[in-house]
Structure formats: C-alpha cells, structure tokens
C-alpha cells in the first residue's frame, strides 16, 4: 500500500470517527451528510486500490518476461517493517481471494521463512517481529524478566552446574610431609526439552481490509499477550516445584527476616528480591515496626519501586498471574511471597523460534467467514539453584 493510499485510509477511518460521533451528540442530518462523504471516500480509495493491484499484476507479468531487474550493483531493497506486514497481509488476502500478490511480496515471504512450509498459505515470523513481540511482551507482571533466560539452538541438551557443597579449608602438610587426598568437586546436569506451546486466534474476513500495520500491531499484541501468560504459568511451575514441602509460614517481620538472614545463603541473600501477589503485597505493605513506620519505603533509585527492610527489591504480581489460594473448608486464604534470587533459582531455555499460520478451512473458519491464525513457541524451564527461593505463606482468617 503506497503513500497516498495510507493517507486516504487514514482520511477514511477519521471519518468513520466522526460519523460515529455526530450520531452519539444525536446530530442525525450532519451524520447522514458526513456518512455520504464517507462512502465517497471509500469508493475512491477502492479505485485507487484495484490500480495499485493491477500495476502490481503488470509488474508480475514483466517480471515473467524478464523485463524486472535489480537494483544496479544487483543490492535488493532493505527489508522495512512496512514492506514486511504488507507481504504477509497480501499473503494472508491471497489465501481468502482478497488480495493479490506480486513477485515483490512473494519474495519477501520466501526470504522471511526459516522453517517449514504450509499449503494454504503458511507464514513464518521473522526474527524482527519476534523482536517487536518481545517488547510488548515486557511489563511489571512478566516473570521471564526475572529468571535465568539462554537461547538455544536445538531442541534438547543439557548445562553442568556445580552442586553445592561445605568448602572445608586444606590440611595441615608438614614440612616434608604427604599430601592427602582431597574431595573434588561435585556436579550435576541439568537437561532440558524444548516443547512447543501454542494456541489460534479466529478472526473475521474482515479484519483484512484494514491496514497492514494495524494487522500486524493486533497479532503482535494479541502474541505477546499470550506467550508472556504461557511463559509466566511455567516459570511460576517451576518455582512451585522447586519449594514445594519448604514453605515457610510468615506471620510477622521477624519470620521474614528469618528467610534473609538465616535460610538464604549470604552470597543468595545479597542479590535477591520478593515477589508477591496483589493481597500479598497488600499485606506487607501494612506491616510497621515498633515504632509504628511502615516497613516498605520507596526505592531512593526508583520510585515506582518498593523495598523491604531497605534492602530487597518488592515485585507485585496481579492476583490474575500469581494467585492466592483460597480454603473455602477452613475459611483461610493463603498468600504467597517468594523470597531469594530467580535468575540462580530458574532458567528458561528459549529456543527463539515462533511461527504464524493461517487458513480459512479450518474448523468452523469456513462455515463463518472467518481466518485461523495458529501460533507456536516453543521453550523450556527448568529448576537450577533448589537452594536460591524460598516460598513464604501468609495465611490470614476469612471467617466473618
């Protein structure tokens, strides 16, 4: 989609906005001139479109005819985002009859696909939109910030750690004396398998008539959305495997200076944080010492940022995400605070590899007019430092 046609869509879906707005302030006679400006506008942007189709279908035949060439010094045009989510929009169009496309378009989806090929139409994502999904991908509730996350480039394998161990200091060796055996340090293998995850968005046929940047934003979002809840429900798995029958009940300030200072390795300690729900957070939160100051204070580095004890970074987490459990029998709710430092407690292997595709077969997308958006990822979590989080409980009564 050219310039000029972006600008009379723009124009276009500026209209609509007024149109709708004159009907809600009940300006009915002005809505109605406006609506037959709007269908003016429309009638001339779809001219506008079947030329830019039809110089396209030229192009393709003398592209057959060998009239098309490179760029002089045979460079090929950089790959923009906008030259992108136009071909993967066309490619979508295509496989619906909506669209047509051109060598252009075809060769950019050819250069785009790392893996696989799908006979309606399958589309691979590029690694620059895995980049831009990665980004919306990010916010307070995303747990992957706070692990351990390594690329991998194959779909099992494994990492030796050093297992934890006393480190007894050396003997005593006289002078001219033998020099005993020592214990060498100990290992284990941590291994992981890469799984895929995914999940299918159907939307209508018309969501294609829309811009090809606005589609890709929509799936981006709706992608990110998902892989941050999928990778953030493994993540707290994992935590939930590594501390299950360790917890520690926290009823006071004193239990939870007991975590610090006395379960958590010094060297563990130094570098960790808490994170908490909403009810959590809400509980620490009202915590205050003797002399009636609340225990969390505003971090002097970042005042969007709580810090307990002066010290540890407080993460809240939406009771959505980490949730709090509730015992309907003993009339109990149960909050959970994890103490210590994830990126020594978990590791997420993250295979980098995403894929979209689409089809107006499958399922009911047929019968409703509809096109299946399909979408994999594929990672694996795995426990590293069992030793490094510790899960606090703060169980309060909820009887009337």
């Not at 269908?39 to 001339?44: C, E, H, L, V």
């Not at 690694?127 to 910030?145: A, F, G, P, V, W």
């Not at 005042?303 to 109990?332: E, I, M």
Request: with cysteine; charged share 30%.
């Amino acid at each position: 989609m050219n310039k000029k046609l972006r600008e009379k869509l723009a124009a276009i879906n500026a209209k609509k906005a007024e149109v709708k707005q004159l009907v809600d302030d009940n300006e009915i006679e002005k809505a109605e001139a406006a609506k037959a400006e709007l269908d003016k506008m429309q009638r001339a942007f779809n001219l506008l479109l079947s030329m830019e189709d039809e110089e396209g279908k030229n192009a393709q035949t003398q592209a057959q005819a060998g009239a098309m060439k490179e760029p002089e010094g045979g460079e090929k045009k950089p790959l923009t985002f906008d030259r992108l989510s136009r071909a993967v929009v066309n490619a979508l169009g295509a496989a619906v009859g909506r669209r047509k496309m051109n060598d252009e378009d075809r060769q950019i989806i050819k250069d785009s696909m790392t893996e696989g090929t799908d006979a309606d139409g399958g589309l691979t994502v590029p690694k620059d939109i895995q980049t831009k999904i990665k980004e919306l991908r990010r916010s307070d509730d995303n747990l992957e910030q706070y692990v351990n996350v390594e690329p991998v480039t194959t779909m099992s394998g494994s990492r030796v750690i050093e297992k934890e161990a006393d480190t007894t200091p050396w003997e005593e060796v006289e002078e001219n004396g033998d020099f005993n055996e020592t214990q060498t340090p100990q290992f284990a293998s941590i291994a992981y398998k890469i799984t895929k995850k995914g999940g299918k968005l159907l939307s209508s046929l018309e969501l294609l008539s829309d811009t090809a940047e606005n589609i890709m934003a929509y799936l981006m979002k709706w992608i990110a959305k998902k892989t941050r809840a999928t990778r953030n429900a493994k993540i707290i798995a994992c935590v939930e495997t590594i501390t299950s029958g360790h917890e520690v009940e926290v009823s006071d300030l004193d239990s939870l200076k007991d975590i610090f200072n006395v379960m958590l390795d010094p060297a563990i300690a130094a570098s960790s944080g808490v994170w908490t729900n909403q009810d959590g957070y809400n509980w620490l939160d009202k915590l205050k010492d003797e002399e009636g100051r609340y225990i969390l204070q505003p971090n002097p580095a970042d005042k969007t940022q709580d810090l307990l004890f002066g010290r540890y970074p407080v993460h809240k987490l939406s009771n959505k995400v980490l949730k709090t459990a509730v015992d309907s029998g003993q009339h109990t709710n149960t909050y959970p605070i994890y103490c210590g430092d994830l990126k020594e407690a978990v590791t997420l292997f993250d295979r980098e590899y995403m894929t979209v595709e689409s089809s107006k077969e499958a399922g009911t997308a047929w019968d409703k007019d509809q096109l299946a958006i399909k979408v994999r990822d594929r990672f694996d979590v795995q426990p590293v430092d069992k030793s490094a989080i510790i899960k606090g409980k703060v169980t309060v009564s909820t009887a009337g």
